[in-house]
């Protein structure tokens, strides 16, 4: 899987100190505004077909579900929706009265059964009349997938971690109650359930790639050829800058694997676009770190270098039963890594095979070593870490066959005419955010963009981990499938 591209464009100038002029592909800005004007004449290449006015007309329309931390308009059109600390306040103390006891008391281990909720969602479905709740639509208040069990007997397919009560923050994202972290969602886990299904090819990649064009990427490059080094003081900066965003121009958002119109997309899309923030200085992170751009010196660039920065799972994340009927996901399950392209006069972009500078290389590393404190205070890579997961769980339910022996074809939740996950509008074209910091006597200018997933690495046997302790099948042997009552689909 790959998070995310950062190129850093180096051109002489004849000033006294070194201008960092961050472009970023993407018209989500810090503040949250809108700096698209123009008409979006992209094309969307994802698998939705039809016309998504951004509702959902089905049984799963609920109000707790909105496209969070994001809003894209008709145009294709991100900005970010900032979170009003006030309003989630309130929020998370009105759920504390209106759960039901038992769905908002924290559990170490709570389980649900795939089939059997499937079975019950199918039910509301069915009932015309009948809403999907909340309690369905938040997986019962999931923060994490730690395990998955297989019944042989009972034929149940299940899922297990920590949970809590869950209510919306002022952004539309589910979060827990006590701990802030986000819930999984049911749509999530549809999405990378039809990505690895019962029949069929699996999905090789998962991909949200944010590219400048190759047309504009030549025409940055003339734009600082005939700048000539005419930079002389500070004052000529929003010069230089209006003119390289110009130049660039609006950038290509391609998704591949699922559509583009749904959450799962969404939350990719917009964990890379913020990472990047951070990592270019427009964007504070939520615990102590620095920049790339605060730590990058002279010395360390070099003419027309991209540098790469893209998330990738551990794939060393599963260690697995000797008997096959339990898995447990391991490890934090993210890093954050760089490499070295070169990009030439006609926009063409090379790898160079190098490792990259050391300021990229020392920003990746930091990230890596602080992602779970990161994930904690910014729900935002919580539901990266979790669509990471889902998708893994997804590959290994499908290469174990488990649909196979548990006699199950996902029902409704392979189901797009019935269960809806293709409801917001597709992100097609962003322009260029820009952040300029002087430094220096260079021009430095950054360029982001890309997601990749690729969950079946993490089957591979070089990856796979040998459960020593036989800890995930002594968590499966303590649950008892056969003592649920009819119609529950979830126990702690």
């Given at each position: 899987?790959?998070?995310?591209?950062t190129?850093?464009?180096?051109?002489?100038?004849?000033?006294?100190?070194?201008?960092?002029?961050?472009?970023?592909?993407?018209?989500?800005?810090?503040?949250?505004?809108?700096?698209?004007?123009?008409?979006?004449?992209?094309?969307?290449?994802?698998?939705?077909?039809?016309?998504?006015?951004?509702?959902?007309?089905?049984?799963n329309?609920?109000?707790?579900?909105?496209?969070?931390?994001?809003?894209?308009?008709?145009?294709?059109?991100?900005r970010?929706?900032q979170?009003?600390?006030?309003?989630?306040?309130?929020?998370?103390?009105?759920?504390?009265q209106?759960?039901?006891?038992k769905?908002?008391?924290?559990?170490k281990?709570?389980?649900?059964?795939?089939?059997?909720l499937e079975?019950?969602?199918?039910?509301k479905?069915?009932?015309?009349?009948?809403?999907?709740?909340?309690?369905?639509?938040?997986?019962?208040?999931?923060?994490?997938?730690?395990y998955?069990?297989?019944?042989?007997?009972?034929?149940?397919i299940?899922?297990?971690?920590?949970?809590?009560?869950?209510?919306?923050d002022?952004?539309?994202?589910?979060i827990?109650?006590?701990?802030?972290?986000?819930?999984?969602?049911?749509?999530?886990?549809?999405?990378?359930?039809?990505?690895?299904?019962?029949m069929?090819?699996s999905?090789?990649?998962?991909?949200?790639?944010?590219?400048?064009?190759?047309e504009?990427?030549?025409?940055?490059?003339?734009?600082?050829?005939?700048?000539?080094?005419?930079y002389?003081?500070?004052?000529?900066?929003?010069?230089?800058?209006?003119?390289?965003?110009q130049?660039?121009?609006?950038?290509?958002v391609t998704?591949?694997?699922?559509?583009?119109t749904?959450?799962?997309?969404?939350?990719?899309?917009?964990?890379?676009?913020?990472?990047?923030?951070?990592?270019i200085?427009?964007?504070?992170?939520?615990?102590?770190?620095?920049?790339?751009?605060?730590?990058?010196t002279?010395?360390?660039t070099?003419?027309?270098?991209?540098?790469?920065?893209?998330?990738?799972?551990?794939?060393?994340?599963?260690?697995?039963?000797?008997?096959?009927?339990?898995?447990?996901?391991?490890?934090?399950?993210?890093?954050?890594?760089?490499?070295?392209?070169?990009?030439?006069?006609?926009?063409t972009?090379?790898s160079?095979?190098?490792?990259?500078n050391?300021a990229?290389?020392?920003?990746?590393?930091?990230?890596?070593?602080?992602?779970?404190?990161?994930?904690?205070?910014?729900?935002?890579?919580?539901?990266?870490?979790?669509?990471?997961?889902?998708?893994?769980v997804?590959?290994?339910?499908?290469?174990?066959?488990?649909?196979?022996?548990?006699n199950?074809?996902?029902?409704?939740?392979?189901?797009?005419?019935?269960?809806r996950?293709q409801?917001?509008?597709?992100?097609?074209?962003?322009?260029?955010?820009?952040?300029?910091?002087?430094?220096?006597r260079?021009l430095?200018?950054?360029?982001?963009?890309?997601?990749?997933?690729?969950?079946?690495?993490?089957l591979?046997?070089?990856?796979?981990?040998?459960?020593?302790?036989?800890?995930?099948?002594?968590?499966?042997?303590?649950?008892?499938?056969?003592?649920?009552?009819?119609?529950q689909?979830?126990?702690?």
């Amino acid at each position: 899987m790959r998070f995310g591209r950062t190129s850093n464009w180096i051109s002489h100038f004849n000033g006294l100190v070194m201008v960092v002029v961050v472009l970023l592909s993407s018209a989500m800005v810090a503040n949250g505004q809108n700096t698209n004007t123009g008409t979006n004449t992209g094309t969307n290449t994802g698998t939705n077909t039809g016309t998504n006015t951004g509702t959902n007309n089905n049984n799963n329309n609920n109000s707790l579900f909105q496209p969070a931390g994001v809003e894209i308009d008709a145009q294709g059109v991100l900005r970010i929706r900032q979170n009003d600390p006030r309003v989630t306040i309130a929020q998370m103390r009105a759920a504390r009265q209106t759960l039901p006891p038992k769905l908002s008391r924290p559990s170490k281990m709570r389980m649900v059964s795939l089939n059997r909720l499937e079975e019950s969602l199918a039910k509301k479905l069915n009932d015309k009349k009948a809403a999907v709740d909340d309690e369905m639509l938040a997986l019962a208040g999931l923060t994490r997938i730690e395990y998955v069990f297989y019944f042989p007997e009972s034929r149940d397919i299940v899922i297990a971690g920590p949970a809590e009560g869950f209510a919306r923050d002022s952004t539309g994202r589910t979060i827990g109650i006590d701990t802030g972290k986000p819930t999984l969602q049911l749509e999530d886990l549809a999405v990378a359930l039809r990505a690895y299904p019962p029949m069929g090819d699996s999905t090789n990649t998962i991909g949200v790639s944010i590219d400048p064009t190759k047309e504009g990427l030549a025409r940055m490059q003339r734009v600082l050829s005939a700048m000539g080094g005419q930079y002389n003081s500070p004052a000529d900066i929003p010069g230089i800058v209006n003119g390289l965003r110009q130049s660039l121009g609006l950038h290509t958002v391609t998704i591949r694997g699922v559509a583009p119109t749904t959450h799962f997309a969404h939350v990719l899309t917009e964990a890379d676009y913020r990472m990047k923030l951070i990592g270019i200085g427009l964007e504070p992170p939520t615990v102590p770190m620095l920049s790339y751009a605060a730590r990058l010196t002279a010395n360390q660039t070099s003419n027309n270098a991209m540098i790469r920065w893209y998330f990738v799972p551990d794939y060393q994340a599963i260690a697995e039963s000797e008997n096959g009927l339990a898995m447990h996901m391991v490890g934090q399950g993210v890093k954050l890594i760089g490499e070295d392209e070169m990009v030439a006069t006609d926009g063409t972009r090379k790898s160079t095979g190098r490792a990259t500078n050391p300021a990229s290389r020392d920003f990746t590393t930091e990230f890596t070593k602080k992602f779970n404190q990161i994930a904690q205070t910014n729900p935002i890579y919580g539901q990266l870490r979790n669509l990471v997961d889902m998708a893994i769980v997804a590959a290994y339910i499908q290469d174990r066959h488990f649909y196979d022996q548990a006699n199950w074809d996902l029902g409704v939740l392979g189901d797009e005419s019935q269960f809806r996950t293709q409801r917001f509008a597709a992100p097609q074209q962003v322009e260029t955010a820009v952040s300029a910091v002087t430094k220096g006597r260079r021009l430095i200018t950054p360029i982001g963009g890309g997601v990749l997933i690729q969950a079946r690495q993490a089957l591979s046997s070089e990856n796979m981990l040998t459960d020593e302790q036989n800890l995930a099948n002594q968590q499966r042997s303590a649950i008892r499938v056969e003592h649920l009552a009819e119609g529950q689909w979830w126990w702690d």
